[in-house]
């Protein structure tokens, strides 16, 4: 997920990494400042062998199935940067995930949890 803020956003785009510590799940948000996702079901469909050109969207797939296989889920949405957010929900349990609101992107900023935001490096030597 950090590899797609690295491949499809500008050098020096500033991005977020939040984790949340729930009793039944964790849930992570990667957010960016870049030119966001226009048609997130697209992206999605990409990483099923849709066939479209551009980005296989393989890597976005593989967390999908990584939180569903858990009893979670995957959205995307925008992100308050003004590019793309992901969500994963991710079920320690491995049961499936009581609906509480945590649906969409998670905007509230609540205490105990893990956030670092930092400007992507420009190329590495």
Not at 4 to 21: K, L, S
Not at 29 to 36: I, K, T
């Given at each position: 997920?950090?590899?797609?803020?690295?491949?499809?956003t500008?050098e020096?785009t500033?991005?977020?990494?939040?984790?949340h510590n729930?009793?039944?799940?964790v849930i992570?948000?990667?957010?960016?400042?870049g030119?966001?996702?226009?048609?997130?079901e697209?992206?999605?469909?990409?990483?099923?062998?849709?066939?479209?050109?551009?980005s296989?969207?393989?890597?976005?797939?593989?967390?999908?199935?990584?939180?569903?296989?858990?009893?979670?889920?995957?959205?995307?949405?925008?992100?308050?940067l003004?590019?793309?957010e992901?969500?994963?929900?991710i079920?320690?349990?491995?049961?499936?995930?009581v609906r509480?609101?945590?649906?969409?992107?998670?905007r509230?900023?609540?205490?105990?949890?893990?956030?670092?935001?930092?400007?992507?490096p420009?190329?590495?030597?």
């Amino acid at each position: 997920l950090l590899g797609n803020v690295f491949r499809h956003t500008p050098e020096g785009t500033a991005f977020a990494v939040d984790v949340h510590n729930g009793e039944d799940a964790v849930i992570v948000l990667v957010s960016d400042a870049g030119p966001g996702i226009s048609d997130p079901e697209a992206a999605m469909a990409r990483g099923r062998g849709s066939g479209s050109v551009g980005s296989t969207g393989l890597g976005l797939d593989i967390v999908r199935r990584l939180a569903e296989s858990t009893g979670g889920d995957m959205r995307i949405g925008s992100s308050v940067l003004g590019g793309t957010e992901v969500r994963i929900w991710i079920q320690l349990d491995g049961r499936a995930p009581v609906r509480r609101g945590h649906r969409g992107p998670v905007r509230r900023r609540r205490p105990g949890k893990l956030v670092s935001t930092f400007n992507r490096p420009r190329s590495l030597p």
